[in-house]
């Protein structure tokens, strides 16, 4: 092990977490609907139902205070404070993974898809309370720019998952570069800030070459995970909800997707496993950083 940054590899399962997720699951759990998850308001009071303005739908609420929902066209403001990049020495480039000796774990989420249900995801993990990284694809907020003001009010942090979502492996060098490059751009327009991390796409995997593109772009670690969710291939709660319980320990980075369906449907169980066992999502900038101790860190 290198630090953090060991691929995702063997690991034993979780067998009583899961199997607690699992018989939940069985109670009734299971599938995501067709229609498009909307996040409760905060119980015994009524649910605000503000126009989201990346559609024109009512925005799902987060409960007891509820950020002003993205506008869909024209300049989103920018959001004071953005979180630059941060360097944590003795840590490698890649990073899969936080201090395993502290009940933490960090939900990473690609920034993409139905802007309706990336909302509603937000909501649910800030009625948990639950602060996540969400790495987002720049063209996502060109066309959708309220959602990265959205975000970082939501008291998370943003990231940079590349521009167009191409997969760098297959671009050349001066190709690859511009697809980090033009989404920092898009995002330091947005927020002031390049962003606190870079991912790289289609997957977490990266190559020595475009750790140094990231870099040069402005990034001194590339954040990877040490759980995949699948959810991308996934159309059943029960697969994404059982793949993640089965891997998650102190420390883990979770990769998830925000705006699709059957993540929007797994969060409230994958939620309450966390919080089942004493576990606290934060960031993942929070989940690296050590208190102000300076206990030694120790590898996964």
Avoid at 48 to 67: E, L, N
Avoid at 75 to 100: C, E, K, W
Avoid at 125 to 149: D, M, S
Avoid at 204 to 229: F, K, M
């Amino acid at each position: 092990m290198d630090g953090y940054g060991n691929p995702p590899g063997r690991r034993g399962a979780l067998g009583a977490g899961a199997g607690a997720l699992a018989a939940a699951l069985l109670a009734g759990c299971g599938e995501p609907s067709g229609r498009r998850e909307q996040a409760p308001g905060l119980p015994g009071r009524a649910a605000p139902t503000p126009t989201s303005g990346v559609s024109g739908r009512a925005a799902p609420t987060s409960g007891a205070s509820d950020p002003p929902a993205p506008g869909g066209s024209g300049s989103a403001h920018a959001p004071a404070s953005a979180p630059a990049p941060r360097r944590f020495p003795g840590l490698p480039v890649r990073i899969a993974h936080g201090p395993r000796d502290r009940p933490r774990v960090a939900l990473t989420f690609d920034g993409r898809g139905d802007p309706d249900l990336a909302l509603a995801a937000l909501a649910r993990c800030e009625r948990a309370g639950a602060r996540v990284t969400v790495l987002a694809v720049g063209t996502w907020l060109a066309r959708h720019p309220g959602l990265a003001r959205r975000i970082l009010d939501g008291g998370h942090e943003l990231g940079n998952h590349t521009e167009h979502h191409l997969d760098l492996a297959a671009l050349d060098e001066s190709a690859a570069y511009e697809e980090i490059a033009a989404c920092a751009r898009r995002l330091r327009r947005l927020t002031g800030s390049v962003g606190a991390w870079f991912r790289p796409s289609p997957t977490t995997y990266d190559s020595p070459l475009v750790e140094r593109l990231a870099l040069r772009a402005g990034y001194p670690h590339v954040l990877a995970c040490d759980v995949e969710s699948l959810d991308h291939a996934a159309t059943r709660v029960a697969t994404v909800t059982r793949k993640v319980a089965g891997e998650l320990r102190n420390g883990s980075v979770v990769e998830l997707s925000l705006g699709r369906p059957v993540t929007v449907a797994a969060l409230p169980l994958l939620l309450a496993e966390i919080g089942r066992r004493g576990l606290h999502a934060v960031t993942a900038t929070e989940l690296m950083a050590r208190p102000a101790t300076g206990a030694a860190r120790t590898a996964g």
